[in-house]
């Protein structure tokens, strides 16, 4: 294991300049510490950046093949480890075995895929353009990548930005989010193992405002990606791009469900509930809105209510069906919102409540709340939540559900449940969201597919994942050649 109260600069893992560490505590049970980290400062952040810089002309003249040899040899060394992994992420997130172990498993894809995708890393031939001229693009990095990630898929998320970024040749300084730090750390120790030359990979835990305030905002900085709030994405974005840089920010979602009349009601209860309360609600993607027709709106109901008490609330490491919150504010937040809705006038049917009893009375568990009669005017309506609130809302046709679904300051991800085509297509058609799936959870995401959202989801600049992230990290050089 890493020794994790080192940050990684430039090859060597050492203490933060000024030696200070911080604490990760088990979510489901804060008697224990999980780990020390390194807390990096600005002067630390600026070195891991000046790092990346000095680096970068080498890794961008190594032949793409050999960089795709190091992410290839990272997959495996991440697949070596998967078990260690799965368990590490569960035990600083929270979320439960099973759904920490396929995020471990994509995050070796991914950086699989993009092994691959670096023998690709090439432009365009034209044809000639007059005489004996030819034309071609070819695609060069743009530099040293800024990355700040959040914590709720604290391994995939920095994985689908770093394996594009160092295919394409690109150097990183990464910041990982302060809640769950073990995973990335983990991930950069593996591209080590795998032979990334020093200062290809820096990596500095730390807060936002001073060590992720740096990584997106200094000089020799050329990319900036951000995955996290809409409220620290908009600021990262606006101070990234007051310069040069170019910068993505993915945020938030208010991902809403349509329930049509011809839905099959109990595919549609184990579409809505699995994304709604599926890693504790804690997903950008997560299902916190169902729009449901009033022919099957009794039964739908009546079906959520019965699905979100069946599960089972434990500790991640006995993988039961849901896991807690990750922190103290996460929860808080969600109780907060629980409240807010009640006082709002919607319905609690169900949840909503701290378990803090017992096995439970360590750690951040929270029953999953299923919330009816709510209107579009209600804050649990528009406001992301992040938690396992879901809010429903009665409807008296598939029109007027498809303009409650887009009565949203978010697009990121959204669903229909129905068995008719026209519907199918009409919603495809007619949502404003990123992604749009038919008879899917709205969670779940192909790594091999673009992936962002709209509104205030994204700075809708580039999409992520696939083709998308390297479209990301390169800029085309336009070649005129007179032979
Ligand atoms: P967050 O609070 O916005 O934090 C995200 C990252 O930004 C963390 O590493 C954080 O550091 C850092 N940060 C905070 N202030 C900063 C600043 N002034 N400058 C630069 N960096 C700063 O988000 P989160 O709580 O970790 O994650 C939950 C949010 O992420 C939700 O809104 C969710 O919807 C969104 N999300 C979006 C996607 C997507 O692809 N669209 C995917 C997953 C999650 P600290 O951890 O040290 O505070
Ligand atoms: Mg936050």
Redesign the pocket.
């Known amino acids: 294991m890493t020794d994790t109260t080192r940050l990684y600069i430039d090859g060597e893992w050492a203490p933060a300049g000024d030696g200070e560490t911080f604490a990760v505590e088990n979510p489901a049970d804060t008697t224990e510490t999980v780990n020390e980290y390194a807390r990096g400062g600005t002067e630390d952040a600026k070195r891991a950046v000046e790092a990346a810089a000095a680096a970068q002309a080498d890794w961008a003249d190594t032949p793409a093949p050999d960089r795709g040899t190091v992410l290839r040899e990272t997959g495996k060394i991440l697949e070596d480890r998967k078990e260690e992994l799965t368990e590490l992420l569960t035990h600083e997130e929270g979320k439960t075995l099973s759904e920490a172990a396929p995020e471990v498993q994509r995050t070796i894809d991914i950086f699989y895929y993009y092994a691959e995708k670096a023998f690709d890393d090439d432009g365009t031939r034209k044809g000639a353009s007059g005489g004996r001229t030819s034309v071609y693009t070819k695609l060069e990095p743009l530099g040293v990548a800024g990355l ?6 604290p391994i995939a ?1 920095p994985a689908w930005k770093i394996a594009p970024a160092l295919a394409t040749g690109n150097t990183i300084a990464l ?5 769950a730090p073990g995973v990335a750390a983990e991930t950069v120790r593996a591209l080590e193992d795998a032979g990334l030359p020093d200062g290809v990979i820096n990596f500095v835990p ?4 001073e ?3 740096v ?2 905002s200094h000089d020799a900085v050329d990319a900036v990606s ?8 908009h ?2 974005y606006q101070q990234a791009t007051e310069g040069t840089k170019r910068a993505q920010a ?4 208010k991902n809403p469900a349509i329930i049509t009349d011809s839905a099959d009601v109990d595919e549609a209860v184990d579409t809505v509930g699995a994304g709604a309360f599926g890693v504790t609600g ?4 997560a299902n916190s809105r169902a729009i449901v027709h009033t022919d099957v709106y009794d039964e739908f109901l009546d079906g959520i209510v019965e699905y979100a008490e069946s599960i089972e609330i434990g500790p991640g490491l006995e993988d039961p069906d849901m896991g807690p919150h990750v922190s103290q504010g996460e929860l808080d937040s969600t109780l907060e919102y629980v409240d807010v809705g009640v006082e709002e006038g919607a319905t609690l049917e169900t949840g909503g409540e701290r378990l803090d009893d017992g096995a439970y009375a360590d750690g951040y568990f929270v029953t999953p709340a299923v919330f009816s009669d709510v209107s579009r005017d209600m804050r649990i309506f528009q406001e ?1 939540i ?1 938690g396992p609130v879901l809010a429903v809302t009665e409807v008296e046709s598939f029109d007027e559900a498809v303009d409650v679904a887009n009565d949203s300051q978010f697009g ?1 991800s959204a669903s229909v449940v129905t068995d008719d085509l026209a519907e199918a297509h009409e919603f495809v058609d007619r949502s404003e969201s990123g992604v749009v799936k038919v008879n899917e959870k709205t969670t779940g995401l192909g790594l091999h597919v673009p ?3 709209v509104k205030n ?2 700075t809708n600049t580039h999409r ?1 994942q696939g083709d998308a992230g390297l479209d990301f990290f390169t800029q085309t050089k336009t070649v005129y050649l007179n032979h």
């Open positions: 700040v990630t959040p914590w709720n898929y998320i910041k990982p989010a302060s809640n730390g807060s936002g405002s060590v992720g305030e990584l997106t951000f995955t996290g709030s809409a409220e620290v994405g600021h990262v993915e945020m938030g979602g804690q997903a950008c993607t992301e992040f990121l992936f962002g959202g989801s994204s992520e």
